[in-house]
């Protein structure tokens, strides 16, 4: 803080006025060394950062080194820019790649010891599969700084669609049933095309 007084030619002084002076700092510089690996389908399970998309996905982990210099604030938040290209539009069929974004707050990232001395940290992503994704970063101290070098590109492959859940009949007449369940609109990154209903006899 800054007090400030006047004074007039009669040498009389003000009373004394304080003042708020807030240094400026500059941006964070980029992390580096980003990678990113998806995870098995044990990882599904983990508390993960999603881009919107809920329900059938897989997790992709993004490793990186803190930025070299913090601009003179600590770094609140992290920027996750994810380039989503759909095998539809390498091929052709649908518009290009599709830019996704999420702000991650550095108190949330995990730390790891990968050399003595040589700290990363990491965070888990959920991500749609049947698509490539390519990761950048930026880190925030209320200003963003540059985005890192980009990572690699990560393939989420298409898989098994996830059981339907909560069957139930709902009515009965003569030899027809009603017959109701929950699943998803997707079925392991491909659109959902049809179900197939078996039915067991029970003659006890």
Known sequence: SVKVRARNKAQLWSAKSELQVFTAYLAPAAPTELSARL???????????????????????????????????????????????????????????????????????????VRPGDDLCSCHVSVEPNRSYIFTLQASNGRCGPSSVPSAVVFAPARVPVAPAAPQVFATQGMAAELRWSCFSTAGGLSLEGFKIGVAMDTG
Do not use: C, N
């Open 39 to 113: 995870l098995p389908g044990w990882a599904r399970r983990l508390s993960t950062f999603s881009f919107g998309e809920t329900g059938d996905t897989d997790v992709v982990k993004l490793q990186f080194k803190l930025p070299s210099q913090t601009g003179g604030h600590p770094i609140e938040s992290y920027i996750i820019h994810a380039e989503e290209i759909s095998e539809a539009s390498m091929e052709g069929d649908k518009p290009g790649p599709k830019m996704r974004l999420l702000e991650v707050p550095a108190s949330s990232l995990a730390t790891e010891e």
